[in-house]
């Protein structure tokens, strides 16, 4: 069983920046595919940004640039550093593990952008 917690949404103004967090923990052990998506009611949830296992990362178009993901394997955490953020880039943000042929969602966490 895998656990996933995000933390670190908020409230934020146009050009402002925040982190978000997403620690894992459960019966499991080794380095697995970690990523972020969001999703808002009028929209499918997308991929943001996702880092491999050995630390290889893509993103989407609408973030190359402003966002950066990163890991800490030690703490089984994943990062997403979303700066110059735009009223577009609000939405819920979810964390998910792949292990295998299964993923594993945290609960989301909100993110709003606006002045």
């Known amino acids: 069983q895998v656990q996933l917690v995000e933390s670190g949404g908020g409230l934020v103004q146009p050009g402002g920046s925040l982190r978000l967090s997403c620690a894992a923990s459960g019966s499991f052990s080794g380095i697995y595919p970690m990523g972020w998506y969001r999703q808002t009611p009028t929209k499918q949830r997308e991929l943001v940004a996702a880092?491999?296992?050995?630390?290889?990362?893509n993103y989407a178009d609408s973030v190359k640039g402003r966002f950066t993901i990163s890991r800490d394997n030690a703490k089984i955490t994943v990062y997403l550093q979303m700066n110059s953020l735009k009223p577009e880039d609000t939405a819920v943000y979810y964390c998910?593990?792949?292990?295998?042929?299964?993923?594993?969602w945290g609960q989301g966490t909100q993110v709003t952008v606006s002045s």
């Open positions: 998910k593990l792949t292990r295998g042929n299964l993923g594993y």
């Open positions: 880092i491999g296992s050995g630390g290889i990362t």
